[in-house]
């Protein structure tokens, strides 16, 4: 059987033009670092890159919504203890004014401070309610 000598030179040229496709290839990597120029270079490479940053995007969001959750939580942690304040407040002034030997003026005292600690519970319970619902709306979306 005799093979011609342009089969072997075909195979010689084919072998040097791939080494010389590999060799730029290589070269591009060198030079820049990367090991994928464009996604064809390597689907799957490409692939995990663009999970990995989609993971890492939803990762700085998790973050950012725990340190938006947690103000807001010290927030109304802040106000609930105020809240607590003036329920402590209104139960001396109703053991204060359970005594017999009170005035009218005392009482009328007593009835005056109670209505104002009503109106600061009710402006602290709409703060709260104001708080939460930014939250809520926050955390769903």
Known sequence: MRIGTNSYTNTMIEQ???LKSQQV???NQVSTGLSVQSPSDSPTAM???LTDLSSQAAQQQYSSNISTVQSK???IYSVLQSLQTISNRVGEIATSA???TN???ELNNYAGEVTSLIQQAAQLVTTINTMMGDT?????T
């Open 103 to 105: 005035s009218q003026t």
């Open 136 to 140: 809520l709306a926050m955390t769903t």
């Open 47 to 49: 692939e995990n890159t």
């Open 98 to 100: 359970g005594s017999a």
């Open 16 to 18: 040097f033009n791939l």
């Open 73 to 75: 939580a010290d927030s």
């Open 25 to 27: 290839n290589l070269q």
